[in-house]
């Protein structure tokens, strides 16, 4: 992902240039420094930064202590906006995210707001800041919402003295932040997500570990059910553990070598009685190394939307820490906040199978 050159008009010429290395260093994507005499190189382009942040917003100063002091808050302008423009992003390669994960930006104090239909089974699950606790309210029409949003953090130490010193890479300096982010707003979206089993209506859950061939009719029965009343084709998704235990009576003479294959390499195949499977990652619980997700169900979603709606509110901002927990061996610290929101929202039938 190649630097937005249009989202940086309101910054100085030189401004824009470094925002555009900074943002095209960190993706890899060196679209805006194509020509044949410029290396682009990872170590080259940290080398050119430092050199930009030193002309172009320390204006020729040398890096230390009273210029970060001086200049800080157009230090802080810099990392915000390579953050703004890679954070939205950071999932775009994920299957899961891509078929299930709607993520729109809105300025700040500006309403989001979506639409869903009707159908009497409508529930919507909303997370918002550093905590994973759920607001569930069933509507019985059809009608817009918004999605709550608050702000997140993180903490950062001497980052960006360790890049301007060449002992750390821009790289490694942007994911301080953004990967802490991405992590948390991926954990918060596979717990609501799993959460979406409590949406399925009576008649749409079943439990049993598949023992008899009864258990796996009825199964199979709930996955038909689903599909007609979706019209779609579902996809089953589980943690892997889950998914293990709905393959573990696979006979493996009747699937392909490939197959065996997959199953050695990820530990499931990706389809099962032809239907397509989706593991979800497991996460913990916030603060402990309890599972937050279920090890045993299994959502059975037929749903050509997006059920997770996922907001980013504004410019993420950066602030020193400068209260009464200012460090006394003299390490800058401070904090990158990003204000964002998630709903479950659906209007489609959902299916849930317990394996337990």
Known sequence: MACDMSKLA???????????????????????????????????MDSEMRERFEKDVLHGEKYNYRT???????????????????????????????????????DLGDKNEFYAEDNGNFIVSKF?????????????????????TSWWEVHFYNEFERFMKNIDSWT???????????????????????????????????????????????LLELIEKVETANGVK?????????????QKNIDENWIPESAKEERKRN????????YDLMPIPQVFKQGTFDFALSTTKILI??????????????????????????????????????KAGLAAVTSDFIGHWDLA
């Open 10 to 44: 309101n910054f100085s010429t030189e401004k824009q240039q470094l925002i555009a290395l900074g943002i095209d260093t960190y993706t890899g994507d060196v679209a805006n420094y194509v020509a044949k005499d410029v290396d682009t190189s990872a170590g080259s």
């Open 68 to 106: 970060y002091r001086k200049y800080k808050n157009d230090i802080f302008e810099i990392i915000e906006t390579v953050l703004d423009q890679t954070l939205p992003e950071g999932w775009n390669e994920n299957e899961f995210f891509n078929r299930f994960v709607e993520t729109i930006r809105v």
């Open 128 to 148: 918002s800041g550093n905590h994973w606790d759920t607001i569930r309210e069933r509507m019985d029409m059809g009608k817009s919402f918004s999605v709550e």
């Open 172 to 218: 490694k300096l942007m994911d301080k932040a953004r990967k802490s982010f991405l992590q948390a707003f991926q954990n918060a979206v596979y717990a609501a997500f799993a959460d979406m089993s409590d949406m399925a209506p009576e008649g749409f859950v079943g439990h049993g570990a598949l023992s008899t061939d009864t258990e796996r009719d009825n």
């Open 234 to 246: 579902p996809v089953l998704v589980g943690t892997g553990a889950a998914l293990r235990k709905l």
């Open 267 to 274: 530990g499931v195949i990706s389809s099962w009685e032809g």
């Open 301 to 338: 979603v037929a749903t050509n939307a997006k059920p997770i709606k996922f907001v980013f509110e504004g410019d993420s901002r950066l602030k020193e820490t400068t209260d009464n927990r200012e460090n006394m061996d003299m390490t800058l610290e401070g904090q990158i906040q990003v």
